[in-house]
């Protein structure tokens, strides 16, 4: 592969960490909100038989944090969500998909609730304060609303929790799953959450200033050898194994989150009002039509820069495939896709032109297990 440089601008933007990342040998970035996001150091697949063994630290500070306070903080906060916030506590991150008039997908944040009218909405590739803005300045609503100098450190594989306590204490051990805390390092106090994009379990350090992040970093990195800690970055094999959906990937507006496997978060019989609540109810009554599944492709590589259409014996559309990675498991491709209705069947077998050639293929559930 011919090495491509990336020309930085203030469209965009490094993060704080983008020089120690760089000396530590990062071989690829993605972009994600006008930053870059590491995508790996040494191989994919190195890195993910790593995240399942050890720990890992991931700079994602692309995921900006927009801050959502005052007086009518919690009926905007309701509004661009179906999941039912309104037993929501202080010190709680709530995973709930953001949807429009149409019912379509927005993101997939995690809502953070930090004070009784103040909300942090940690967000991936979408323009989700132009949408709070806009809502607002439609209801006339009462509220602040930016984007919060904030960047986060994921750490992440199963001996996270070994190295967050050499840090933080024993205390941490005690923060339950999607729960979040303030601990302190070197006097200064850290927002942690027991959250993060991967299977293997973790935390989220988010953090406001930019000094004591670094001096956070490299101090995890000075005591993090008898962890085998390595610089990571948010795994493709991992994620599309564990069925964790990324949106601008997976989903779009295009797609609503019944169809995406989000039942459980769309409280269509509570009292609550979001947007979309109608089309829903209208979606749900007469059944999805589609909905997202795993899918195991018999290839070695795949590239995906759009979707592919997935064809069935007769040569009938049945889906299309949003992602694809090799996977050292099953020694396969494996994906998300999106499957039409009369096509859910496990093990449904399938065909994908690739490069001119049609590869085999079946339908699977998510997680791919």
């Not at 063994?53 to 906060?77: C, F, M, N, P, T």
């Not at 909300?119 to 439609?138: E, M, P, Q, T």
């Not at 999607?178 to 991967?198: A, C, H, Q, V």
Request: charged share 30%.
């Amino acid at each position: 592969m011919t090495n491509i440089s990336i020309l930085k601008s203030r469209r965009l933007r490094e993060t704080p960490f983008t020089s120690r990342i760089e000396k530590q040998g990062v071989k690829s970035y993605t972009v994600y909100n006008h930053m870059l996001l590491p995508t790996f150091f040494s191989s994919l697949e190195d890195e993910y038989n790593h995240l399942k063994e050890h720990v890992q630290i991931w700079d994602v500070s692309v995921q900006r944090e927009i801050e959502i306070s005052g007086k009518d903080s919690s009926k905007l906060i309701q509004l661009m969500t179906c999941r039912d916030l309104s037993k929501s506590k202080i010190g709680g991150c709530y995973y709930a998909p953001l949807i429009d008039s149409e019912g379509g997908m927005i993101n997939d944040p995690l809502i953070y609730r930090l004070e009784e009218k103040k909300w942090r909405v940690c967000i991936a590739d979408s323009d989700v304060l132009l949408f709070a803005k806009g809502i607002s300045s439609v209801k006339n609503f009462e509220v602040s609303i930016f984007e919060a100098k904030v960047d986060t450190l994921a750490v992440q594989g199963p001996k996270s929790f070994k190295l967050m306590e050499k840090i933080f204490g024993k205390e941490i051990n005690n923060l339950k799953f999607f729960k979040f805390d303030y601990f302190k390092f070197n006097e200064k106090k850290f927002l942690i959450s027991r959250s993060g994009f991967s299977k293997q379990g973790g935390f989220e350090i988010h953090i406001d200033n930019i000094k004591a992040g670094l001096e956070l970093y490299d101090y995890c990195f000075q005591i993090g050898k008898e962890f085998n800690l390595k610089p990571g970055a948010p795994n493709q094999i991992e994620r599309i194994e564990g069925g964790l959906l990324s949106y601008g990937n997976d989903m779009d507006i295009g797609d609503n989150p019944l169809e995406c496997g989000f039942e459980k978060f769309v409280n269509l019989e509570s009292d609550i009002v979001f947007l979309g609540k109608e089309k829903l109810k209208r979606i749900k009554k007469e059944g999805i039509k589609r909905k997202l599944m795993g899918v195991k492709i018999d290839a070695n590589f795949i590239s995906l820069t759009k979707e592919i259409p997935i064809i069935d014996s007769n040569k009938e559309e049945i889906g299309e495939l949003r992602s694809a990675v090799f996977s050292p498991k099953f020694k396969k491709v494996i994906g998300i896709a999106m499957i039409k209705k009369e096509f859910f069947e496990v093990s449904k077998k399938f065909k994908v032109k690739i490069k001119g050639n049609l590869i085999s293929g079946e339908i699977c559930n998510l997680p791919i297990l």
